[in-house]
């Protein structure tokens, strides 16, 4: 019996937070799950490292900028249903920036704005889960 492979697309994503608790999330401006909350993120690039990407997207979506070295990865997310699309692995990072950093709509995005952490709108895909991997993670000392 022969299989087809599976078309995978590679993204990365952004859990960008404040050390007074609060997570910065974007409104989809465009399918699927437009208008709903999700985390700043997108494809990576040909030539680029899903760090690269993580901090491209970020700061393309929100204006938020960091530098990629100063990422956390967080995992990687590859459930087969995690997006209507198709086939979406991404690779999640954490970026803990100043309390005080603005956020501005940009790209894909109709909005970004800082939420409560632990209590945020429902999010696009499983952009919750990221989120609480991130959560969980910020609170684990890294080995």
């Known amino acids: 019996m022969t299989t087809t492979p599976e078309t995978i697309r590679y993204t ?3 859990v960008a937070t404040t050390p007074d608790g609060r997570v910065l ?3 989809r401006g465009w399918p699927p799950h437009e208008g709903c909350w999700a985390l700043p993120g997108g ?3 040909p030539g680029e490292t899903s760090r690269d990407a993580a901090a491209r997207e970020l700061a393309e979506e929100t204006g938020v900028h960091v530098d990629p070295g100063h990422l956390r990865q967080i995992g990687v997310f590859d459930g087969p249903d995690r997006d209507p699309r198709g086939r979406y ?3 999640a990072y ?3 920036v100043p309390n005080d950093t603005q956020a501005i709509a940009g790209d894909d ?3 970004a704005h800082w939420f409560p ?3 945020p709108p429902p999010m696009a895909f499983d952009h919750a889960n990221i ?3 991130a959560l969980e993670a910020s609170y684990t000392p890294a080995s």
């Open 12 to 14: 990365a994503d952004v």
């Open 25 to 27: 999330l974007i409104e």
């Open 43 to 45: 494809h990576v690039d």
């Open 89 to 91: 692995v991404t690779v």
């Open 94 to 96: 954490l970026a803990v």
């Open 109 to 111: 995005a109709r909005t």
């Open 117 to 119: 952490a632990t209590w």
């Open 131 to 133: 989120l609480a991997a």
